[in-house]
């Protein structure tokens, strides 16, 4: 650890925890809006780990968990390491209780677009800035990240994600799911030195190994999330000998065990309001229903189908996950569920 540890105007000695911002974009009434910043420099060496969270402004349980870590759970002076705590990552997004940025509509970490935002560009659009200065500042001088999303209600299975396809990443990225303890759902996609320098891609081909983290009820601070994900982090911390103590295994939420495999989306067929019949978590059969469009009129427009022997992870029905206008009501081709396997029967 360097004896002074700086990330935007937060300085922190060893032994101590400092905060400050994250210098970011400037409205038309010269109003400043910045991204703050929470530095815990360790008395010892050891690994930096960052936490971010609301990358999608209504995305607020992370929020409580890098606080309680930070200022409740973890003594700087029994650190091996340092933790960077950034609890707002989009506040042009979070200033508007929307899930991408007001004023540019995009989304920080580059979801949902086939030119996915980059963060490789200084001089770009107010987001393009926002996660240029995330990277340069904060992701850039992690050894591990911990990406905290939410999903909003009909609430999903809590779960981690994580993109074993790399090598330089992998065997960490299985350690930190292993450790965090929830289920746990793996993708195998390697990255290219050429793929867009998303943060999430930035990380990969610097090494750092970035896992998801999906709490419940986006909109809420509110429990289980509070809990488990701070459990979890912790877990992670003690697995990379950062802290002392055991890893406590999780409690009080659904688990699905094994490896868990996305199946992909299934989408609507008809338009309408919904209802859900099954919870994430409750295994299915393939051609089991489990949720039903009606119209106004209370008939039943369309039975949806399970398409695989698998489970629901989340229902996030109406727009894109996430988005304000998020309703418990479809059009077709709108998204019903995320389904996916495990490899442990059931
Ligand atoms: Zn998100």
Known sequence: MPTKLRVGTAIAKRGELQKGVIKGVELNTTTSIDIPVLVMNGEKNGPTLLMVSTQHGIEIQG??????VMREKVDPKNLRGAIIGVPVENPLAFMHHQYLSWIDNQDLG?????SPLTADK???????RLAYVLWQEAWSKADIVLNMHTNVRPDSLFFTEINIGNPKTREKLEKMASAFGVTNVVEN?????DA???LANLAVKNGIPDILIEYIDGRWISEPSTAVGVRGVLNIM???DMIDGDIEPQEGIPIIPGTCTAHGIVRANRGGLIRFLKTPGDFMKKGEVFAEIYDLYGDVLERVECPIDGYIWAYPCGDILGTPG?????????????????????
């Open 189 to 193: 996609v390697p990255i290219p030195d």
């Open 122 to 128: 200084p001089k770009g659009t107010a987001t393009e």
């Open 326 to 346: 998020s309703l418990q009501a479809v059009q077709t081709g709108a998204n019903v569920a995320y389904v996916f396997t495990t490899d442990v029967k059931s």
């Open 110 to 114: 580059g979801g949902g677009s086939a």
């Open 238 to 240: 003690k697995a990379f």
């Open 196 to 198: 867009p320098d998303t």
């Open 63 to 68: 929020i409580a968990v890098i606080l309680k």
